[in-house]
Protein backbone atom coordinates (compact mmCIF):
# COMPACT_ATOMS: atom_id res chain seq x y z
CA UNK A 1 0.00 0.00 0.00
CA UNK A 2 1.19 3.34 -0.77
CA UNK A 3 2.44 5.03 2.46
CA UNK A 4 0.87 8.82 1.59
CA UNK A 5 -2.41 7.08 0.85
CA UNK A 6 -2.32 4.36 4.57
CA UNK A 7 -1.60 8.06 6.28
CA UNK A 8 -4.80 9.63 4.47
CA UNK A 9 -6.72 6.57 5.55
CA UNK A 10 -5.82 6.39 9.17
CA UNK A 11 -6.12 9.86 9.85
CA UNK A 12 -9.60 11.00 8.16
CA UNK A 13 -10.64 7.34 9.52
CA UNK A 14 -9.70 8.20 13.22
CA UNK A 15 -10.49 12.10 12.93
CA UNK A 16 -14.05 10.80 11.82
CA UNK A 17 -15.31 9.20 15.17
CA UNK A 18 -14.45 12.53 16.79
CA UNK A 19 -14.56 15.31 14.55
CA UNK A 20 -16.83 14.03 11.50
CA UNK A 21 -17.17 17.48 9.76
CA UNK A 22 -13.52 18.50 9.66
CA UNK A 23 -12.84 14.51 8.46
CA UNK A 24 -15.39 15.27 5.72
CA UNK A 25 -13.65 18.77 4.78
CA UNK A 26 -10.35 17.28 4.67
CA UNK A 27 -11.47 14.94 2.14
CA UNK A 28 -13.13 17.12 0.33
CA UNK A 29 -10.41 18.97 -0.19
CA UNK A 30 -8.41 15.89 -1.37
CA UNK A 31 -11.18 15.26 -3.31
CA UNK A 32 -11.73 18.01 -5.14
CA UNK A 33 -7.79 18.81 -5.80
CA UNK A 34 -5.60 16.53 -7.80
CA UNK A 35 -2.80 14.84 -5.43
CA UNK A 36 -0.14 15.31 -8.42
CA UNK A 37 -0.03 16.18 -11.41
CA UNK A 38 0.30 14.47 -14.50
CA UNK A 39 3.53 14.58 -16.00
CA UNK A 40 4.32 14.43 -19.87
CA UNK A 41 4.95 10.55 -20.64
CA UNK A 42 8.29 9.62 -22.79
CA UNK A 43 6.04 8.18 -25.76
CA UNK A 44 3.94 11.24 -25.70
CA UNK A 45 7.12 14.03 -26.13
CA UNK A 46 7.64 14.00 -29.90
CA UNK A 47 3.78 14.95 -30.46
CA UNK A 48 3.61 17.11 -27.80
CA UNK A 49 6.49 18.88 -28.94
CA UNK A 50 5.00 19.77 -32.57
CA UNK A 51 2.40 21.64 -31.07
CA UNK A 52 1.70 25.35 -31.06
CA UNK A 53 1.16 26.47 -27.92
CA UNK A 54 -0.82 28.83 -27.07
CA UNK A 55 -2.64 30.12 -23.76
CA UNK A 56 -5.93 31.55 -22.28
CA UNK A 57 -7.13 33.07 -19.02
CA UNK A 58 -9.46 31.44 -17.27
CA UNK A 59 -10.23 32.72 -13.64
CA UNK A 60 -7.05 33.19 -11.87
CA UNK A 61 -5.85 30.48 -13.97
CA UNK A 62 -3.32 30.37 -17.35
CA UNK A 63 -4.97 27.55 -19.33
CA UNK A 64 -2.49 25.97 -21.57
CA UNK A 65 -3.39 25.45 -25.34
CA UNK A 66 -2.00 23.11 -27.73
CA UNK A 67 -2.73 22.64 -31.28
CA UNK A 68 -1.40 20.59 -34.07
CA UNK A 69 -2.40 21.82 -37.63
CA UNK A 70 -3.40 25.41 -38.89
CA UNK A 71 -6.72 25.26 -37.34
CA UNK A 72 -9.02 24.00 -40.23
CA UNK A 73 -11.29 21.17 -39.20
CA UNK A 74 -10.62 21.59 -36.00
CA UNK A 75 -11.19 18.82 -33.55
CA UNK A 76 -11.52 19.26 -29.58
CA UNK A 77 -9.83 16.87 -27.46
CA UNK A 78 -10.99 16.75 -23.49
CA UNK A 79 -9.02 14.89 -21.10
CA UNK A 80 -9.62 13.86 -17.80
CA UNK A 81 -8.95 13.79 -13.98
CA UNK A 82 -5.22 14.23 -13.57
CA UNK A 83 -4.81 14.04 -17.09
CA UNK A 84 -3.50 15.98 -19.88
CA UNK A 85 -3.31 17.16 -23.22
CA UNK A 86 -0.36 15.24 -24.50
CA UNK A 87 -2.47 11.67 -23.31
CA UNK A 88 -4.18 12.05 -27.15
CA UNK A 89 -0.30 12.08 -28.17
CA UNK A 90 -1.02 8.26 -30.17
CA UNK A 91 -4.24 9.78 -31.74
CA UNK A 92 -3.19 12.97 -33.37
CA UNK A 93 -0.96 11.79 -36.23
CA UNK A 94 -4.27 10.04 -37.60
CA UNK A 95 -5.77 13.13 -36.86
CA UNK A 96 -3.31 14.95 -39.20
CA UNK A 97 -3.39 12.42 -42.28
CA UNK A 98 -7.40 12.99 -42.14
CA UNK A 99 -6.96 16.83 -42.82
CA UNK A 100 -8.10 17.85 -39.27
CA UNK A 101 -6.70 20.12 -36.62
CA UNK A 102 -6.40 18.78 -33.18
CA UNK A 103 -6.60 21.24 -30.43
CA UNK A 104 -6.07 20.08 -26.98
CA UNK A 105 -5.75 21.99 -23.74
CA UNK A 106 -4.69 21.17 -19.95
CA UNK A 107 -7.65 22.31 -17.75
CA UNK A 108 -6.35 24.27 -14.63
CA UNK A 109 -4.63 22.12 -12.30
CA UNK A 110 -3.41 19.65 -14.85
CA UNK A 111 -1.03 19.81 -17.32
CA UNK A 112 1.58 22.62 -17.85
CA UNK A 113 -1.78 25.00 -16.66
CA UNK A 114 -1.80 27.14 -13.50
CA UNK A 115 -4.63 26.77 -10.90
CA UNK A 116 -5.26 24.06 -8.60
CA UNK A 117 -7.95 22.19 -9.74
CA UNK A 118 -10.66 21.94 -12.73
CA UNK A 119 -14.30 20.53 -12.42
CA UNK A 120 -16.75 19.21 -14.89
CA UNK A 121 -17.86 22.92 -15.06
CA UNK A 122 -14.33 24.01 -15.73
CA UNK A 123 -13.34 22.27 -18.51
CA UNK A 124 -16.95 23.01 -19.84
CA UNK A 125 -16.65 26.73 -19.72
CA UNK A 126 -12.98 26.29 -21.55
CA UNK A 127 -14.46 24.26 -24.16
CA UNK A 128 -16.60 26.97 -25.22
CA UNK A 129 -14.07 29.44 -24.69
CA UNK A 130 -12.10 27.82 -27.50
CA UNK A 131 -15.03 27.20 -29.58
CA UNK A 132 -14.92 31.15 -29.44
CA UNK A 133 -12.11 31.02 -31.25
CA UNK A 134 -12.01 27.91 -34.10
CA UNK A 135 -16.21 28.37 -34.51
CA UNK A 136 -17.10 25.33 -33.52
CA UNK A 137 -15.43 21.60 -34.28
CA UNK A 138 -15.53 18.68 -36.64
CA UNK A 139 -15.53 15.94 -33.21
CA UNK A 140 -15.17 16.37 -29.82
CA UNK A 141 -12.80 13.64 -28.43
CA UNK A 142 -13.13 13.13 -24.96
CA UNK A 143 -11.61 10.63 -21.91
CA UNK A 144 -12.96 9.81 -18.54
CA UNK A 145 -14.32 12.98 -16.97
CA UNK A 146 -13.67 14.79 -20.29
CA UNK A 147 -16.67 12.60 -21.34
CA UNK A 148 -19.14 14.07 -19.07
CA UNK A 149 -17.50 17.67 -19.08
CA UNK A 150 -18.20 17.19 -23.27
CA UNK A 151 -22.06 16.05 -22.74
CA UNK A 152 -22.72 18.95 -20.62
CA UNK A 153 -20.41 21.38 -22.87
CA UNK A 154 -22.73 19.90 -26.11
CA UNK A 155 -25.79 20.33 -24.19
CA UNK A 156 -25.06 24.64 -23.76
CA UNK A 157 -24.16 25.52 -26.82
CA UNK A 158 -20.49 23.47 -27.97
CA UNK A 159 -20.90 22.66 -31.61
CA UNK A 160 -19.43 19.47 -33.12
CA UNK A 161 -20.54 17.29 -35.85
CA UNK A 162 -20.03 14.02 -34.00
CA UNK A 163 -18.43 12.67 -30.84
CA UNK A 164 -15.63 10.29 -29.56
CA UNK A 165 -16.23 8.76 -25.71
CA UNK A 166 -13.25 6.84 -24.25
CA UNK A 167 -13.95 5.50 -20.94
CA UNK A 168 -16.85 8.19 -20.13
CA UNK A 169 -18.45 8.80 -16.91
CA UNK A 170 -21.86 9.39 -17.70
CA UNK A 171 -23.02 10.57 -14.61
CA UNK A 172 -20.95 11.37 -11.29
CA UNK A 173 -22.96 10.31 -8.48
CA UNK A 174 -20.81 6.97 -8.28
CA UNK A 175 -17.94 9.36 -7.59
CA UNK A 176 -17.47 10.20 -4.14
CA UNK A 177 -18.18 6.58 -3.34
CA UNK A 178 -15.29 5.63 -5.84
CA UNK A 179 -13.14 8.19 -4.30
CA UNK A 180 -13.44 6.65 -0.69
CA UNK A 181 -12.86 2.87 -1.90
CA UNK A 182 -9.93 3.71 -3.10
CA UNK A 183 -8.48 5.59 -0.06
CA UNK A 184 -10.19 3.35 2.07
CA UNK A 185 -12.49 5.74 3.97
CA UNK A 186 -15.10 4.81 6.18
CA UNK A 187 -19.21 5.73 5.50
CA UNK A 188 -18.89 8.93 8.12
CA UNK A 189 -16.34 10.18 5.97
CA UNK A 190 -18.24 9.75 2.48
CA UNK A 191 -21.43 11.18 3.98
CA UNK A 192 -19.93 14.26 4.95
CA UNK A 193 -18.22 14.44 1.61
CA UNK A 194 -21.29 13.94 -0.03
CA UNK A 195 -23.17 16.59 2.13
CA UNK A 196 -20.43 19.15 1.11
CA UNK A 197 -20.42 18.62 -2.38
CA UNK A 198 -24.22 19.08 -2.19
CA UNK A 199 -24.31 22.19 -0.21
CA UNK A 200 -22.67 24.00 -3.75
CA UNK A 201 -19.31 23.78 -2.72
CA UNK A 202 -17.78 21.90 -5.59
CA UNK A 203 -20.34 23.30 -8.08
CA UNK A 204 -21.93 26.60 -7.69
CA UNK A 205 -25.15 27.02 -9.16
CA UNK A 206 -26.11 23.88 -9.25
CA UNK A 207 -29.20 22.51 -7.72
CA UNK A 208 -29.57 18.89 -8.76
CA UNK A 209 -25.71 17.23 -9.49
CA UNK A 210 -27.41 14.03 -10.41
CA UNK A 211 -29.43 15.48 -13.10
CA UNK A 212 -27.78 18.35 -14.14
CA UNK A 213 -24.44 16.15 -15.11
CA UNK A 214 -26.50 13.41 -16.54
CA UNK A 215 -25.06 12.55 -19.79
CA UNK A 216 -27.80 10.10 -20.45
CA UNK A 217 -30.92 13.00 -19.66
CA UNK A 218 -32.15 14.12 -22.80
CA UNK A 219 -30.88 12.43 -25.20
CA UNK A 220 -32.51 14.08 -27.84
CA UNK A 221 -30.69 17.01 -27.09
CA UNK A 222 -27.55 15.88 -29.09
CA UNK A 223 -28.39 15.18 -31.81
CA UNK A 224 -24.73 13.98 -33.29
CA UNK A 225 -23.40 10.27 -34.29
CA UNK A 226 -21.59 9.08 -31.10
CA UNK A 227 -18.89 6.38 -30.55
CA UNK A 228 -18.36 5.34 -26.99
CA UNK A 229 -14.87 3.03 -26.64
CA UNK A 230 -14.64 1.47 -23.16
CA UNK A 231 -12.81 -1.58 -21.78
CA UNK A 232 -15.28 -4.45 -19.86
CA UNK A 233 -12.55 -4.53 -17.01
CA UNK A 234 -12.22 -0.51 -16.16
CA UNK A 235 -11.40 -0.47 -12.76
CA UNK A 236 -11.79 3.50 -12.33
CA UNK A 237 -14.94 3.94 -14.62
CA UNK A 238 -17.00 0.86 -14.52
CA UNK A 239 -18.46 -0.65 -18.18
CA UNK A 240 -22.01 -0.28 -16.84
CA UNK A 241 -21.31 3.49 -17.82
CA UNK A 242 -20.85 3.20 -21.34
CA UNK A 243 -24.33 0.30 -21.40
CA UNK A 244 -25.74 3.11 -19.91
CA UNK A 245 -25.05 5.76 -22.51
CA UNK A 246 -25.86 2.68 -25.25
CA UNK A 247 -29.39 2.56 -23.51
CA UNK A 248 -30.28 6.49 -23.75
CA UNK A 249 -28.95 6.93 -27.35
CA UNK A 250 -30.06 3.93 -29.19
CA UNK A 251 -29.02 3.02 -32.76
CA UNK A 252 -27.37 6.85 -32.45
CA UNK A 253 -24.51 5.50 -30.30
CA UNK A 254 -21.72 2.48 -31.53
CA UNK A 255 -20.57 1.07 -28.69
CA UNK A 256 -16.79 -0.46 -28.89
CA UNK A 257 -16.22 -2.69 -25.95
CA UNK A 258 -12.90 -3.88 -25.08
CA UNK A 259 -11.09 -6.53 -23.02
CA UNK A 260 -7.39 -6.60 -21.49
CA UNK A 261 -7.01 -2.27 -22.22
CA UNK A 262 -8.10 -0.88 -18.63
CA UNK A 263 -8.76 2.95 -18.56
CA UNK A 264 -6.00 4.57 -19.42
CA UNK A 265 -4.62 1.80 -22.32
CA UNK A 266 -6.92 2.11 -24.38
CA UNK A 267 -6.49 5.71 -25.77
CA UNK A 268 -3.17 4.16 -27.20
CA UNK A 269 -4.41 0.89 -28.59
CA UNK A 270 -4.19 0.74 -32.36
CA UNK A 271 -6.79 -1.15 -33.23
CA UNK A 272 -9.17 0.78 -31.35
CA UNK A 273 -7.80 3.99 -33.08
CA UNK A 274 -8.38 2.39 -35.98
CA UNK A 275 -11.91 2.37 -35.11
CA UNK A 276 -11.75 6.02 -34.00
CA UNK A 277 -10.19 7.30 -37.19
CA UNK A 278 -12.43 5.35 -39.60
CA UNK A 279 -15.58 7.06 -37.60
CA UNK A 280 -13.79 10.35 -38.11
CA UNK A 281 -13.37 9.53 -41.43
CA UNK A 282 -16.78 8.91 -42.40
CA UNK A 283 -19.17 10.09 -40.35
CA UNK A 284 -22.22 7.48 -38.99
CA UNK A 285 -21.54 5.79 -42.42
CA UNK A 286 -18.64 4.37 -41.51
CA UNK A 287 -17.83 0.43 -40.53
CA UNK A 288 -20.87 -2.03 -40.20
CA UNK A 289 -23.23 1.12 -38.37
CA UNK A 290 -24.28 1.29 -35.35
CA UNK A 291 -23.73 -1.67 -33.04
CA UNK A 292 -21.56 -3.11 -30.24
CA UNK A 293 -17.68 -4.59 -30.96
CA UNK A 294 -15.88 -6.41 -28.98
CA UNK A 295 -12.07 -5.98 -28.68
CA UNK A 296 -10.01 -8.73 -27.07
CA UNK A 297 -6.80 -8.41 -25.17
CA UNK A 298 -4.60 -5.30 -27.69
CA UNK A 299 -7.73 -4.81 -28.75
CA UNK A 300 -8.16 -7.62 -31.39
CA UNK A 301 -12.09 -7.63 -32.61
CA UNK A 302 -13.85 -10.59 -31.78
CA UNK A 303 -17.65 -10.03 -32.28
CA UNK A 304 -20.25 -8.04 -32.64
CA UNK A 305 -23.92 -7.47 -31.94
Do not use: K
Not at 76 to 85: K, N, P, Q, T, V
Not at 223 to 246: G, N, Y
Not at 276 to 290: E, K, M, N, Y
Request: charged share 25%.
Amino acid sequence: MDPAVALIRTTLNTASLAAPRLAGRAAFELYRHPLRRSRLRPGEREVHDRAVTGTLRHGDARVVVHRWGDGARPVLLMHGWRSRASRFAHLVPRLRELGLTAVGYDAPGHGDSGGRTATVLDHRTVALRLQEQYGGFEAVVAHSLGVNAAFLALREGLRAERLVAFSGASELSWLPTAFCDRLGLNATVERELRRREASGAMFPGVADIRTHFDAAREPGEIALPILVAHDEEDDVVPFSHARRLRAAYGEQLELLATRGLGHRRILGEPTVLDQVTGFLAAGADSGAGPGRRVADGPGRTVGAA
